[in-house]
């Protein structure tokens, strides 16, 4: 019983033995190319997917570019506008992002002469040879909008308002951001320094307390 259990073993052992041998012949090979026999091949050989395609996979349909969550801005990518702000919010909330600098404000300038200067005029006095031609010209910068704020500026570049269409496929975000801190300047103001209160608004405030009074009397 004994000798047949010990027989039994030399045989398992030189089978096992032998197998390995026979793969490693097997799994070697004169072509330098050649990866030979694989374990497990699918570990680290996956599937490759093209972009924009669906695809099942165990009975889920998938696609291979997702759409990215709700409010993310890609890397090295300028926000522009979040989404829900208004014009009043815009002005009260959004900031230029741009640091201040000589060349930023040339940048601006250059710009400005590119875009801006046919409606608004070389001072920003809203004498364009363009803006003369219009039903309105546009308001002087140093007049009623010399305390307009940056963020209703870009707004206003980016939307457009009354007679200024929207300039967001001439312009990028930067590129606003730029041409905004010539505007101050064209303003009167010391660009990316705080303003003051929002003269329009001001304005605006000062004609509805002179309507109330015309109605009172």
């Given at each position: 019983m004994?000798f047949?259990?010990?027989?039994?073993?030399?045989?398992l052992?030189?089978?096992?033995?032998?197998?390995?041998?026979?793969f490693?012949l097997?799994?070697?090979?004169?072509?330098?190319n050649?990866?030979?026999?694989?374990?497990?091949?699918?570990?680290?050989?996956?599937?490759?997917?093209?972009?924009?395609n669906?695809?099942?996979?165990?009975?889920?349909?998938l696609?291979?570019?997702?759409?990215?969550?709700?409010?993310?801005?890609?890397?090295g990518?300028?926000?522009?506008?979040?989404?829900?702000?208004?014009?009043e919010?815009?002005?009260?909330?959004?900031?230029?992002?741009?640091?201040f600098s000589?060349?930023v404000?040339?940048?601006?300038?250059?710009?400005y002469?590119?875009?801006?200067?046919?409606c608004?005029?070389?001072?920003?006095?809203?004498?364009?040879?363009?803006?003369?031609k219009?039903?309105?010209?546009?308001p002087?910068?140093d007049?009623?909008?010399?305390?307009?704020?940056?963020?209703?500026?870009?707004?206003?570049?980016?939307?457009?308002k009354?007679?200024?269409?929207?300039?967001?496929?001439?312009?990028?975000?930067?590129?606003?951001?730029?041409?905004?801190?010539?505007?101050?300047?064209?303003?009167g103001?010391?660009p990316?320094?705080?303003m003051?209160?929002?003269?329009?608004?001001?304005?605006e405030?000062?004609?509805v307390?002179?309507?109330?009074?015309?109605?009172?009397?």
């Amino acid at each position: 019983m004994n000798f047949t259990k010990i027989i039994n073993l030399k045989t398992l052992t030189v089978g096992a033995i032998a197998g390995v041998m026979a793969f490693g012949l097997t799994s070697c090979s004169n072509a330098p190319n050649s990866p030979g026999y694989e374990y497990m091949p699918d570990m680290y050989r996956s599937p490759v997917l093209k972009y924009y395609n669906t695809y099942t996979l165990n009975g889920d349909t998938l696609q291979s570019a997702m759409k990215p969550v709700a409010g993310t801005i890609a890397r090295g990518c300028m926000p522009g506008i979040p989404a829900g702000m208004d014009y009043e919010k815009a002005g009260t909330y959004l900031k230029n992002p741009i640091l201040f600098s000589d060349a930023v404000l040339a940048d601006g300038q250059a710009i400005y002469g590119k875009f801006c200067v046919h409606c608004h005029g070389d001072a920003g006095k809203g004498d364009g040879k363009v803006g003369l031609k219009l039903p309105g010209a546009p308001p002087a910068y140093d007049g009623p909008l010399k305390n307009l704020p940056e963020g209703k500026m870009f707004y206003t570049i980016t939307y457009g308002k009354g007679l200024m269409g929207s300039h967001a496929s001439q312009l990028n975000v930067e590129e606003r951001w730029k041409v905004i801190y010539y505007v101050q300047k064209l303003q009167g103001h010391t660009p990316g320094q705080p303003m003051a209160a929002d003269s329009v608004k001001t304005a605006e405030v000062k004609e509805v307390k002179k309507e109330d009074k015309k109605n009172k009397i």
